[in-house]
């Protein structure tokens, strides 16, 4: 027999020519005329596999790049990727303009009326018109708030950024102990309501001594006729602003939120 190779639709067609006397061409099995595609198949695979990997992790494709995060949870948070995808349950939010940072459950959403409302401010900083008439900022309102989607509220997180004068030190209060009583005190005096009432359950310091900021830890209760909240706060001082996260939750249901609540508090970091 002789081997021929002629052009088709496919890259090559191999025909065995017949040395028997008739002249005749007897096809060669189908797995031979396949075999120089293999190689082709092969790399065309490989490479649409890839894309496909790629697209999937860029994408977060059902959890895939949070999955592979997940594997080293400390090196992809340090290089702020939680930023973007979920790592172990939790976004992370930067503020760049105020300086903090902090995590929050993947699955709360960010509080609407305020993100409206910054942009609107920063809309306005950039405006040449004049402000609009009576329109000032609460100085206790938070400058960002999370919460779970069609919540009432009362369960969220949020941050407050208050000035104060430079030099002012929450240490001037006392232990950690005596900061968190001065706090509680601080609330329960400022409600309009006559009858609530307030609780230090715990308090602790973290310190970071390349940028001399403590952070007061502090988990308290207040009550009053009307609700019952538990609640876990971090308080600090930097750079002429006072820094105040605050979680709230139904008191019922602070046994489901407790891990969560302080994971939160744990990741509260001023980065200016």
């Keep these: 027999m002789k081997?021929?190779?002629?052009?088709?639709?496919?890259?090559?067609?191999i025909r065995l020519r017949s040395s028997l006397g008739d002249g005749g061409e007897v096809p060669s099995p189908p797995s031979d005329q396949f075999r120089p595609l293999q190689s082709v198949f092969r790399r065309r695979l490989l490479t649409g596999a890839g894309a496909a990997s790629l697209i999937a992790i860029g994408a977060n494709f059902c959890g895939v790049t949070s999955f592979l995060l997940g594997f080293s949870p400390e090196a992809a948070r340090s290089l702020k990727l939680d930023a973007i995808y979920?790592?172990?349950?939790y976004f992370r939010y930067i503020d760049a303009s105020?300086?903090?940072?902090?995590?929050?459950?993947?699955n709360w959403l960010g509080d609407?009326?305020?993100?409206?409302?910054a942009a609107g401010d920063a809309e306005a900083e950039r405006s040449l018109d004049p402000p609009p008439v009576g329109r000032r900022k609460k100085k206790n309102e938070p400058v960002v708030a999370f919460g779970p989607p069609a919540s009432t509220g009362e369960l969220n997180v949020s941050v407050i950024v208050s000035p104060v004068p430079n030099g002012f030190s929450m240490g001037s209060f006392?232990?950690?102990e005596e900061v968190g009583n001065a706090i509680v005190k601080t609330i329960i005096a400022s409600s309009r309501g006559a009858d609530l009432k307030g609780k230090l359950?715990?308090?602790?310091?973290?310190?970071?001594?390349?940028?001399?900021?403590?952070?007061y830890e502090l988990e308290f209760v207040v009550q009053s006729s009307t609700f019952w909240r538990h609640n876990v706060a971090v308080c600090c001082t930097h750079k002429g602003k006072l820094f105040t996260l605050n979680a709230q939750v139904p008191e019922s249901a602070w046994p489901q939120f407790k891990s969560q609540f302080h994971v939160i508090?744990?990741?509260?970091?001023?980065?200016?």
Excluded: W
């Excluded at 979920?86 to 349950?89: D, E, K, T, V």
């Excluded at 508090?265 to 200016?272: E, G, L, R, V």
């Design 112 to 117: 609407q009326t305020l993100l409206y409302r």
């Design 201 to 215: 359950m715990a308090a602790s310091l973290r310190e970071d001594a390349s940028r001399n900021i403590k952070y």
């Design 3 to 13: 081997l021929l190779v002629s052009k088709c639709s496919l890259p090559f067609q």
């Design 174 to 176: 006392g232990r950690a």
């Design 98 to 106: 105020q300086g903090f940072e902090f995590v929050y459950p993947e």
């Design 265 to 272: 508090a744990h990741s509260f970091n001023i980065d200016s």
């Design 86 to 89: 979920p790592i172990n349950g």
